[in-house]
């Protein structure tokens, strides 16, 4: 097959969880001997360590199509996913690929002109509070015209699933993200930096934005007596006047660490040394970091949302959403029943059998295949 992949912002890269599918089973698609061409954003040359990142046309056998577009935050996935899908459909692509609800608002385009189409729901973006009225509004009209025009359908959740039914009588395909092996490092490179040492310090690891909760947690961590520190790994990402709050509430405590966007040896130092992970996100998706911390064993604190809850299943420690209380009360219950272990971060008690990235792209090879079945058979 040859197959076209549209709506992240670039691969390689870690800027956030869509960025990661898209290259992973991009990965894996060419592996198993289809041709896979990506979109990617130009973005901001700067931002990128590698000066030749925009030159390569190719990586790990993947097609790098590179689309012009403004990396403003009102405008961008629009005219990003406009030109990508302008340009796509003269690429004969067997199907095209579609990823989060902004992006599918271009699916009416190959749908008129008969070419198939799967879109990815990555989460209901729309309730993100980083955006305006308008923004929302752009995003529902993409969650509907998914509903209605897209071939098919690939939802994270169950919970996502039970949404596009009840809200659309709309049939999809529940295909979780996966996570790849984690290689565990002691801490090197993250002590020379940070002067962090194994268990002493917990872990959030995500994108800045309000739907994360990041500032539950300052809150709720400010409370505790503990050496124990707070590691913030993560960039801002069109929340500038959230992330600048945040930054002013992690000055007002020296045992609070902000590191900025991490990734390679760092990323990996920091999950495999952390005493605890934790996500007190309102809305998640599908939360691949939480997946990462998981597969590097550590203990795991997650808000009650139901994408946390089907992940983490009952192998982690929970809180209500939104409530700074009960984040408290669980941190503190976790050091104290930590004193004296020997490592108090360790938890080997997870399944991760679900999450494996070759099924999960087999399982997306047979889905891409029935969308073409089903158009042969109209024509035919």
């Keep these: 097959m040859k197959i076209a992949m549209i709506g992240h912002k670039r691969i390689p890269s870690r800027e956030g969880g869509i960025e990661i599918v898209v290259e992973e089973l991009s990965k894996r698609l060419v592996e198993s001997g289809d041709k896979v061409e990506v979109y990617n954003r130009k973005g901001n040359r700067k931002a990128n360590k590698d000066p030749t990142f925009y ?202 660490i902000m590191t900025g966007f991490v990734d390679g040896k760092e990323l990996e130092e920091l999950y495999s040394n952390c005493r605890a992970y934790i996500l007190p996100s309102d809305i998640e998706g599908m939360p691949l970091s939480l997946l990462e911390a998981m597969s590097y064993a550590r203990k795991c604190v997650v808000s009650d949302i139901a994408e946390n809850i089907e992940i983490i299943q009952n192998k982690g420690i929970v809180f209500e959403k939104g409530n700074v209380r009960s984040l408290y009360e669980q941190l503190e219950k976790l050091l104290k029943e930590e004193d004296g272990s020997s490592d108090p971060g360790h938890n080997p008690n997870y399944d991760l059998s679900s999450f494996n990235w070759d099924k999960i792209t087999e399982r997306h090879r047979k889905l891409y295949s029935k969308t073409m079945l089903i158009y042969d058979s109209e024509t035919v």
């Design 55 to 256: 030159k390569n046309k190719y990586y790990e056998g993947i097609r790098i199509i590179t689309i012009l577009t403004i990396n403003k935050k009102s405008l961008d996935a629009l005219i990003y996913s406009f030109l990508a899908t302008l340009r796509a459909i003269f690429g004969r692509y067997d199907l095209i690929h579609y990823h989060a609800l902004g992006p599918s608002v271009m699916i009416i385009i190959p749908h008129i002109l008969k070419i198939r189409t799967v879109a990815t729901i990555h989460g209901l973006d729309w309730q993100r509070g980083k955006w305006g009225t308008l923004a929302k509004r752009y995003l529902l009209l993409g969650e509907k015209i998914a509903a209605k025009y897209a071939d098919e359908i690939i939802v994270l959740s169950k919970n996502t699933y039970d949404y596009f039914l009840k809200t659309y009588n709309r049939e999809t395909n529940y295909i979780p993200n996966g996570v790849v092996d984690p290689i565990h490092l002691e801490a090197d490179v993250i002590k020379k930096k940070y002067g962090l040492k194994r268990n002493d310090y917990f872990l959030f690891l995500a994108r800045i934005v309000p739907e994360k909760g990041l500032h539950y947690l300052i809150e709720a961590y400010r409370s505790l007596n503990t050496d124990v520190k707070l590691v913030i790994a993560g960039a801002s990402s069109h929340s500038d006047e959230y992330f600048e709050n945040i930054k002013q509430s992690a000055k007002e405590d020296d045992r609070i």
